[in-house]
């Protein structure tokens, strides 16, 4: 059983309920406090008000009267209020008329003034609440109270609320470091744990690791139990995927093996049949034509085109034995691969095949091709057979039309050979690279239906591919690649035209 154990994750997840929890908790009290501290001072300009109000109800007949003394006996009556430092009544002239301070001393800045149409006003400065109220009779102003209370009890009720919050701050944060503990025991470090063991089968994929259980009947445990049965069945279904793929690798090399040998066997027999033949084939050839040139004259017309056939014949199975010869040596011949200029390649090709242009007009448009690393020999077989083949297949054509060029696919450079020939019907286009397979008559154009093919196996064996395109009477194209090994395309495309 795998234990994978890295508890920095659920940590951090504790210290991070922990901040959560406390930030939420300041801000409450902090909301809390501001909502308290605004009533408490609306509550004490309130009270302050109404103090103000019956001390100027209780002292108008001192106003009326002119009697400060009786004034002063009910500004005394203050004294009940701790938290009132100065009061003062003011008469109409503005004088003072009466006063009352609580420590018997200090001086107190001027009134507030009442604004129009009001009957107070206050005001919080210094640490201290200053009102102002009117003193009516039978609705007139006869003179103003002026009093200042100190904040005394809101500063008791903030400290008060200050030990409230710390006391139930410190509470929250041990309920909640208990809560996270739990938490993290039961939630987070067995997630944490099967999260590791999901990251080794991942990278290592080994299969064979389990995550350690958690508990038993709660929800965390269930889905550890259900991610083990799954890696269960993943490992088992790995191990027979396993034996199935040796057993698979095991037959195709078995496979590889005998087709490797089929191939070295048939080429042995292509061979050596042709190089057998070549015997027999030779003795045809030469005791035919001695025939024609001794017996020759004695012999009727039908004799001596019954010997032409011999001979045509014995040149056309001299030509087969050739090429099968060349397939051969394909197979059986090591590449020795050199970086080749095609254009070099093609001129080369081109100046062989001037016996066969002889009397014919041939329009070559030759355009600029790239190097290829490639074996220069076998690859120069391969344009001979397709030039030539589309040479041969012109041959009707007045003015034939012979291109060989280069484009670009998907970023790999496509070489093709391009005629306005017989072409073939694209529906056959299958049978077009197989061994003796022909698309046309041997009467309309000679041929021994082994030279695509030749081409086909050149191609392949440099790692590229070949394939064509074609329609009857309209000519025919052959595209072929030589995969990574070719290089770089040519600026641009020259054409060139030649009359042969």
Not at 453 to 464: D, L, M
Request: overall charge neutral; charged content about 20%.
């Amino acid at each position: 059983m795998l234990r994978f154990r890295d508890y920095s994750i659920p940590r951090k997840l504790t210290w991070m309920n922990l901040l959560v929890s406390g930030t939420a908790l300041l801000l409450a009290s902090a909301g809390f406090f501001a909502y308290d501290l605004y009533n408490f001072r609306a509550s004490t300009a309130r009270n302050l008000g109404i103090q103000a109000q019956i001390i100027g109800s209780n002292s108008v007949s001192a106003l009326l009267f002119d009697d400060p003394h009786s004034a002063e006996n009910t500004l005394s009556a203050l004294r009940a209020a701790p938290h009132v430092m100065f009061a003062e009544i003011y008469a109409p002239d503005g004088r003072p008329f009466a006063r009352y301070r609580r420590d018997g001393n200090g001086s107190f800045p001027p009134p507030l003034p009442i604004p129009p149409g009001e009957a107070q006003v206050y005001r919080f400065q210094g640490g201290q609440v200053a009102l102002v109220r009117s003193i009516t009779f039978q609705g007139k102003p006869v003179a103003k109270i002026y009093m200042r209370s100190d904040l005394q009890a809101m500063n008791d009720l903030g400290q008060n609320f200050g030990i409230i919050v710390v006391t139930v701050f410190l509470m929250s944060l041990l309920a909640t470091f208990w809560m996270s503990s739990v938490a993290r025991r039961s939630i987070a470090e067995p997630l944490v744990r099967l999260a590791g063991t999901a990251r080794i089968v991942l990278s290592e994929k080994n299969y064979s690791v389990r995550a350690s259980p958690a508990g038993e009947g709660n929800e965390i445990a269930i889905l550890i139990s259900t991610f083990n049965e799954m890696l269960a069945q993943i490992q088992e279904k790995d191990a027979a995927l396993g034996q199935a793929r040796d057993r698979l690798e095991q037959q195709v090399q078995q496979r590889t093996e005998q087709l490797n040998a089929a191939n070295a066997d048939l080429e042995a027999f292509s061979y050596s049949v042709s190089h057998d033949l070549r015997a027999p084939l030779r003795h045809i050839s030469a005791f035919s034509q001695m025939l024609n040139e001794e017996y020759g004259s004695n012999m009727d017309a039908g004799a001596q085109e019954y010997l032409k056939r011999i001979q045509s014949g014995t040149k056309t199975m001299g030509r087969l034995i050739d090429d099968l010869l060349k397939m051969a040596q394909i197979g059986r011949k090591e590449l020795a691969c050199v970086v080749t200029d095609l254009n070099d390649m093609v001129k080369e090709v081109l100046a062989d095949l001037q016996p066969e242009c002889e009397g014919r007009q041939i329009d070559w448009r030759v355009g600029d091709l790239s190097s290829v690393e490639c074996d220069p020999g076998l690859v120069k077989q391969v344009f001979a057979n397709l030039l030539s083949n589309a040479v041969k297949y012109t041959r009707k054509r007045e003015i034939a039309v012979i291109e060989v060029g280069q484009v670009e696919e998907d970023g790999v450079p496509v070489i093709f050979v391009r005629d306005d020939g017989a072409g073939f019907d694209q529906r056959y286009v299958g049978k077009l690279f197989g061994v003796f397979q022909r698309l046309h008559r041997a009467e309309d154009f000679e041929g021994t239906g082994v030279g695509l093919s030749t081409v086909q196996r050149i191609v392949k064996k440099h790692g590229g591919a070949v394939w064509a395109k074609g329609e009857v009477d309209k000519g025919a194209t052959f595209f072929l690649t030589f995969s990574a090994r070719a290089g770089s395309l040519a600026a641009g495309t020259k054409s060139a035209k030649a009359s042969v």
